[in-house]
């Protein structure tokens, strides 16, 4: 159970397949909650508290607070892909499996983005949007922003036997790498360079450099699909301390 030290006031940590599959479309009710008890008991916190994101791969994020914080505890929030936070009583949820888990945080105001980046949602813009919630409510300033991007397929294994019409526009060209058999995409340059663009210091940008198809310890839908592997998927916990 990897816990991740972007900075000493946040708790995140992610799965991994020996800790089970953190998805009910992938196992039974029973054996799910069973293992989110365990791993949210490795983090000191109770599962039945998270807020989960529902994820519907666009680029909508959910402002959590101190009251609407208590009434979606516990929910999985339909509509929304993540969420963005100033309030520390809340634990923030998402599920992953190629797509790429994005945290922004802004140690000046204590406030957090915890956010689902599939390549539609990264396509929308989900990285830039979750950014400016932070400056729209918290008033963040980029330039000091730390980023932790986490397992995620990389440019390795996402791959397409063509062109998806999602990167036609001319801004994808440095991000796809075509042959003759296929073209792969890289979504953590892509979503590296818009952030830096937007403000981001590139030296507060925290890479995980896992590539979920690649690693076995971690649940990956393409490999799965490929290899008959295990279907699952991780959870990605984070919380303001």
């Not at 293992?35 to 519907?56: G, P, S, V």
């Not at 994020?61 to 208590?70: D, F, M, P, R, T």
Request: hydrophobic share 40%; aromatic share 8%; glycine share 6%.
């Amino acid at each position: 159970m990897p816990k991740v030290a972007l900075h000493p006031r946040l708790l995140l940590a992610y799965s991994q397949v020996t800790d089970g599959n953190m998805d009910f479309r992938f196992g039974t009710p029973k054996e799910v909650r069973q293992h989110r008890q365990q791993f949210f008991a490795t983090l000191k916190q109770n599962y039945r508290d998270a807020i989960e994101a529902a994820q519907i791969h666009f680029d909508r994020l959910l402002v959590l607070n101190s009251e609407n914080g208590k009434m979606w505890r516990g929910m999985n929030v339909t509509g929304v892909d993540g969420f963005v936070t100033t309030e520390p009583s809340v634990i923030m949820m998402i599920r992953t499996a190629d797509c790429v888990p994005l945290v922004l945080y802004d140690p000046a105001h204590h406030a957090m983005a915890l956010l689902h980046a599939g390549w539609r949602g990264t396509v929308k813009g989900m990285a830039t949007t979750g950014l400016a919630r932070l400056v729209k409510e918290y008033q963040t300033d980029p330039r000091q922003v730390l980023v932790w991007l986490g397992p995620a397929a990389r440019v390795c294994h996402l791959t397409f036997p063509e062109i998806p019409s999602e990167f036609e526009h001319e801004l994808w060209q440095p991000y796809l790498k075509i042959n003759f058999q296929s073209v792969a995409v890289d979504l953590i340059a892509y979503i590296k360079a818009t952030l830096h663009q937007a403000g981001v210091k590139k030296s507060s940008m925290v890479d995980s450099h896992l590539c979920t198809v690649e690693l076995p310890e971690l649940f990956s839908h393409r490999r799965s699909q490929a290899d008959g592997s295990p279907a699952g998927r991780l959870a990605v916990v984070a919380k303001l301390k």
